[in-house]
């Protein structure tokens, strides 16, 4: 039983596909690499963050990533989360 009929697997994987999205954006944006914000946030390569932001694999951003993405980049968390037409 689905307790949220309208919400289905696409719709949460175009969710994380938007966030990663917005990340690579404003990252670019700030003029930073991959693997300058993977570093800022606790990461060892560029790899999770490429995969999070093309949501390679499923792979996808948690909110303690957010938090601190949002941080490193001096903006509102909200900005990684509403796609661009809501900005």
């Known amino acids: 039983m689905n307790i949220f ?9 175009n969710f994380y596909i938007q966030v990663g999205r ?16 993977a570093i800022s946030i606790g990461h060892k390569s560029a790899s999770f963050l490429s995969n999070c932001e093309s949501y390679k694999n499923k792979e996808h951003f948690n909110l303690e990533h ?10 509102n968390i909200c900005e990684l989360i509403v796609g661009q037409n809501h900005q």
């Open 5 to 13: 009929p309208d919400i289905n697997q696409q719709s949460i994987d």
């Open 22 to 37: 917005n990340v690579k954006r404003l990252r670019e944006k700030a003029g930073f690499s991959q693997l300058e914000l």
């Open 66 to 75: 957010l938090f601190l993405i949002a941080n490193v980049l001096n903006i």
